[in-house]
């Protein structure tokens, strides 16, 4: 073992001074190593630590006097030495890296940067890329945007839902809204970066004066006015045909006129509102026609307008809720001011967030099972529903989800109501 | 022949080296038993060492490698060259000079 660990220790020399003493070294070595093993413990000890400490500094001075050989042959000058006296310094650098070096170092970095684009490309469904930069791989898909960043406290804290193409966010005390224009043919790689470069954008928006929405969408002021009552009217085809001079309020001929208005939307010509010609999106992938019909009540019970129309809740506004339009909405007038303005109409944000994210709850029982967490929806909400479930029995109760979307709003100073 | 006009003083283990190769060509190993019994136990040469003094003789053309008879690659023989001889000579003669020095100046004081 001691002849191999010297056979090692002579590559610290120069390999010229290698090649022309290594073997001579070596065998000189047995040979004083066989003399030692008559001695005393000692005497081996001493010999074993003078021969590797002496090999040692004769390699530092063999490697110094090997430098020392090579400068004058790089320095500049006759027979490396110097012209009429005059000490020759070198004026630049002579070392260039080998090719095989650079040829390395580009496969490695073409490495880094295949697994770094892999990373972000394909990452989304870990918690760091999702909750952080990636968003989702189509426009419609309802988005939960988190963050640690404390100036997106409240950006990344809200709830962010999404119909039609338009993102929803509650930012700090102001809820706002904005669109996500995703380009056909870059859902995936492109939409990522516009997010990264829609987040750095709006980002020093964000301060002391408060959020403007224009900011988020970058839109011109003479364009109409994006905010969360803007946007709520655009998604919900009832408000929109109700508000008929668009000014997001529903005033009291507005409200004479309901009727008259919804049944512009029976585009059927049943005589009834569905859930889906009141606003609701159609599902993405085929569902039975249990869960359908539950989602169809669930979306009537949450907008306000809609709960109020559907007066018996059997999730479609019939001819008769119809003719009795204009009685309901006056219900929703609560200072009976004769209009409905957004604070009467909007559903309340808590809600909102609670909503959205029970839609994991499949089998309807107001509870987000572990199996019901395990599609793409859960693992974006994966975090959300960790600190929900406070019992840690992996089952997130419909209170539970509540308590955790209140407490991270009153965090972030967003006003929520209580949940209805 | 001229002595070397770089030539310093030599370190005791270079001049061992050189006064055991004065007396016939050796081998590694010979040289540092001959070294070691030379200074009688007091110089034990390191093979680091011995090598090292070695190859900075052989640079300077003080001494020459040859191959012995039958001697394999690990068994490489070495022996002065005239100039290291000469200047191993001149090495002697300085000592010399001092130990003569030293004796009229150091003797009477002690007598």
């Not at chain 1, 002021?221 to 997001?248: C, I, K, N, W």
């Not at chain 1, 008769?320 to 604070?343: H, M, P, V, Y």
């Not at chain 1, 559903?347 to 967030?353: E, S």
Request: proline share 5%.
């Amino acid at each position: 073992m001691l002849l191999r660990l010297y056979r090692s220790f002579l590559h610290l020399f120069p390999a010229p001074y290698r090649s022309t003493f290594g073997q001579e070294m070596n065998a000189v070595f047995r040979q004083r190593e066989a003399d030692v093993r008559t001695k005393g413990v000692f005497a081996r000890y001493a010999f074993f630590i003078r021969e590797f400490t002496s090999l040692i500094s004769a390699a530092i001075r063999e490697r110094a006097r090997h430098s020392e050989a090579r400068e004058p042959q790089l320095a500049a000058g006759p027979a490396g030495g110097t012209y009429d006296d005059v000490p020759g310094f070198y004026t630049c650098e002579p070392y260039f890296p080998r090719r095989s070096a650079l040829l390395h170092g580009g496969i490695l970095s073409l490495a880094m940067f295949g697994a770094a684009s892999a990373a972000f490309e394909y990452g989304t469904g870990h918690h760091l890329f999702q909750t952080l930069l990636g968003g989702s791989r189509t426009a419609n898909q309802t988005q939960f945007i988190e963050t640690s960043e404390s100036g997106f406290a409240a950006f990344g804290r809200s709830v962010a839902a999404s119909a039609d193409g338009v993102l929803m966010l509650i930012l700090g005390k102001q809820p706002a809204t904005a669109t996500v224009e995703v380009k056909p043919g870059r859902e995936k790689l492109g939409e990522l970066w516009s997010n990264v470069l829609w987040l750095l954008r709006v980002r020093p928006q964000i301060g002391a004066g408060g959020f403007n929405p224009q900011d988020l969408t970058g839109t011109e002021p003479e364009e109409p006015r994006r905010d969360y009552t803007s946007v709520y009217f655009q998604v919900m085809p009832v408000l929109r045909t109700l508000d008929a001079d668009g000014d997001y309020i529903i005033s009291a001929a507005e409200i004479a006129n309901a009727p008259s208005a919804l049944r512009c939307l029976d585009r059927n010509h049943d005589g009834n509102l569905s859930p889906e010609e009141c606003g609701q999106g159609s599902a993405e992938s085929p569902v039975d026609s249990q869960s359908l019909k539950r989602a169809g009540l669930e979306f009537m019970r949450f907008h306000p307008v809609l709960a109020t129309l559907d007066a018996d809740h059997d999730c479609e506004i019939s001819a008769s809720e119809i003719q009795n339009a204009t009685a309901a909405l006056k219900k929703l007038d609560k200072n009976g001011d004769g209009k409905l303005t957004q604070n009467e109409i909007l559903p309340d944000p808590l809600a909102n967030a609670v909503f959205f994210v029970m839609r994991l709850d499949a089998n309807g029982d107001r509870r987000i099972s572990t199996d019901e967490r395990s599609g793409e929806l859960g693992r974006r909400y994966r975090e959300l529903l960790d600190a929900a479930d406070q019992n840690k029995d992996g089952v997130v109760t419909e209170e539970e989800l509540t308590d955790e979307i209140r407490r991270r709003a009153a965090l972030t100073g967003t006003p929520m109501q209580e949940q209805k | 022949m001229k002595s070397d006009p770089t030539f310093s003083p030599l370190s005791e283990p270079v001049l061992l080296i050189l006064l055991s190769l004065a007396e016939q060509p050796r081998h590694g190993y010979s040289i540092l038993k001959d070294v070691e019994a030379m200074s009688v136990g007091r110089v034990v040469l390191s093979t680091g060492t011995l090598y090292g003094a070695l190859g900075r003789l052989l640079d300077d053309r003080w001494i020459e490698r040859f191959e012995e008879d039958e001697a394999s690659r690990d068994r490489q023989a070495y022996r002065l060259t005239p100039k290291g001889r000469q200047n191993l000579l001149t090495e002697v003669a300085r000592m010399k000079q001092l130990t003569r020095l030293a004796g009229l100046r150091v003797s009477p004081k002690e007598a």
